[in-house]
């Protein structure tokens, strides 16, 4: 993990382990041990610079976590197409789905309405 808490750190804008060392509270030779692989760190530690780096626990361990897979496969290629998306293409992508929704919703109710209607006329 030393290789990814060097490069998140740097990423982050900590140009040196002494100042991201200041900035969590830790003594910046402890610190530079973690990041040098001198010194393991335990879970709580590895919390603490995840979050201070705002990083999950994958990116410090240098994880590719490959999500469950859906049991409808059309849900993963959308899923796969709208992480591709920008931000307003995924505003209108939400809000089409949202639509879809409502518009499956109102058929719903409306065949509801009309079984019951057929129900009470019979």
């Known amino acids: 993990m030393k290789t990814q808490l060097q490069r998140i ?3 982050r804008g900590f140009k040196s382990a002494k100042a991201f060392a200041d900035h969590i509270g830790m003594n910046p030779h402890t610190y530079t041990d973690y990041e040098q692989g001198r010194r393991t760190f ?13 990083c ?15 049991q409808d496969e059309r849900q993963a290629v959308m899923n796969e197409d709208y992480a591709h998306l920008s931000d307003a293409g ?13 518009s499956e919703g109102a058929r719903a ?3 509801g309405l ?9």
């Not at 335990?42 to 705002?54: K, R, V």
Request: charged share 35%; aromatic share 8%; proline share 0%.
């Open 56 to 70: 999950t626990l994958d990116d410090l361990a240098g994880r590719k976590f490959v999500a469950e897979r859906y």
């Open 114 to 122: 009309e079984d019951r209607q057929i129900a009470a006329s019979a």
């Open 90 to 102: 995924k505003d209108a992508a939400a809000g089409a789905v949202r639509g879809i929704r409502a």
């Open 109 to 111: 109710g409306a065949a």
């Open 9 to 11: 750190r740097k990423e």
């Open 42 to 54: 335990t879970l709580e530690s590895a919390w603490e610079f995840a979050d201070a780096l705002e």
